[in-house]
């Protein structure tokens, strides 16, 4: 049996490109190279029929294209996510899978350290997460399929795209506000930890405790993404409070203003709760990944107070019982018991 063309790497100058994100967008909106032998030979050209291209290609098979065509590449693959997500003739997990494969291409430049954050990256990243919102609030089947193939390791794009999605999740469940309010969540989950990009890969990365200097250089990272989304668009988005505050606490133990409860944005209150909840079930450089069960008992135990309770309780319930958004009650059984069991620990 052949080998897949799997590529984990590329030459100076070109970036990597799965078949799997191409298919669909109907044009080539740039070349597309392989890479057979010592350099990159000419696989097809711009303006051609892409669908003919990737019934061609190998399954599994890579592509390259040049750096310098990236934000083409980029922009025809956001374009294409509400075609993905909307073929009905695809199983919803199959859509899921390409839409997680699509964002991932589009957002990783925004979170490439020590670069940029331009206006136009950033109004790209509002694009892709967008469409996937808008999906998640039409299709409850999608709802399951993207949770279900959430990926779970360390990359900083991949928790960016889970925090977004389980926010958008919740505040649906919530009724936290109309597709306005709930595409901020959306926008402000997907870019909560943007200011990493500006702490040392040495701190985040560090396999130990943070000392004092480390961890005042790691809480500096909400201001500065803050700052990194209000410098790159020229003014201050609605959704940018949720960047500065979502390590802000209810007990006030939080950080960068220490603010208690009732002075959080809800929506970031929301925002808290899911990304503590996907750094906690995600592998990390320093910890092993929790069970649900493991993570929402320490987020309802040893962090007790920290987050809004009555979220909290919902974001048990959600995914204890997810049967609800298709028609259950918000205070039905909760089919999981395990998690069930966590809604009884500490009141």
Known sequence: MPTPSFILAAPPGYEPLPARVLVAIETLPCDLYIWRGPRPILYAMRGGDLRRVVARAQRGMSFLVREIDADLLHGALTASLPRVLGDQRVSPIERSKTAYSIAA????????RDRPLDHDGLVLSHAAIDSITMRLLEDDDM????????QKHAATHTHAINTAVYGVVLARFVRIGGPQEIRDVAR?????????NRVPKSILDKP???????????RGHARAGYDMIVRALGHSPSYAHIVAEHHERCDGSGYPASRLGSQIALDSQAVAIVDAFD??????????AMTAFEALRVMRV???????????????????GWNVLNGGSVSGEISNPDLAGVLKVAG
Request: charged share 20%; net charge positive.
């Open 105 to 112: 291409k589009v957002l990783t430049p925004i979170f490439t």
């Open 143 to 150: 709802v399951w399929a993207m949770v279900a193939t959430m």
């Open 188 to 196: 402000g989950g997907l870019l909560h930890d943007i200011g990493k």
């Open 208 to 218: 130990a405790p943070l000392d004092a200097v480390e961890w005042q250089v790691m």
């Open 279 to 288: 750094a906690l079930t995600s592998c990390r450089p320093y910890k092993t």
């Open 302 to 320: 040893a962090m007790r107070g920290q987050f809004n309770d009555e979220l909290l309780r919902e974001f048990i319930r959600l995914l204890g």
